[in-house]
């Protein structure tokens, strides 16, 4: 079920498009992360898909591996940047653990109750210790995007919620605890998402490079609505690590939407 969710989308669009499309946002994010030296690193990349919001060059020096639970997305991303599949290792692997569960099988029995058991499900990748762990946008992914597919109610779907959370827990655990200490944690998510046209929409393009802004619209955002899932797996990363770097960006999604990207390079503090 998520495996099949995410294959389709990551395949109901051109890539290739996109790919130009997100040129500037992709050089954006390339150069935020080499504010730190990657020369000679270990790089786990999660969350890579067609690999269109970075730029695998500026690991040129590093041992790169690629996660995704859809690795032909990643594979392709690889071949339209000049690369070849050999100087990169995959790993396909579902971060929610909850795909080869009966979770989606026995939705039409789930209580608050029920759903607990699922909490003590562990994610089933096998990672090695890398310096540097890059996370691209995909707390707002998890579990979330396919519950919503299927038509629940508002309090249907708000039952999930707890388990979300607790799923974004585990995914920042478990790359946590495959990082070296003092090693780099990059961490990017949409924290906001509007119609391009609407009026915070075009506001936001307005002042893509003014950071202070940014940072004040999002503030602000968060004072009277409070955290989403986005912002919630930088909040929870917080807790372990220590920011470096911080900045916004803006992610020009597609034709309707835009997102407020939040991206952090944080340090693992020392065990
Ligand atoms: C919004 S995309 C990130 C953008 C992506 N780097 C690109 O350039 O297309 C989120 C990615 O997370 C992956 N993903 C979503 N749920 C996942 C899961 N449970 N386990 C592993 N990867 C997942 C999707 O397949 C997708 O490639």
Redesign the pocket.
Known sequence: M?DTH?KTL?ASYDADERYKMWEQYRNDISQFITKVSLIGKSVLIV????????ELKIFESCQVTLL???VE?VERGILRQGFSLDEFTLIE????GLNHTVFFEKLDETTTESLEAFKEVEIDIHLETYDMIVV???YT??LLPQLVKLNLTYEGLNIYLPLIQNRIEKVNTLLRNHIIDNGYMVVLSDVLEYNARSEEGQYLNANRYQNIILEEFYNSYLDNFGHGLGSYGIYEMNHYCRTVFKDFFVWPFDQKRIMLIEAQIMKKNSD
Not at 47 to 54: H, K, R, S
Request: aromatic share 0%; glycine share 12%; hydrophobic share 40%.
């Open positions: 998520i995410n990551n969350g890579a898909g067609n690999l269109n919001d970075i995704d639970i859809d997305s692997g579902d971060l929610t691209l946008p995909i992914q998890l």
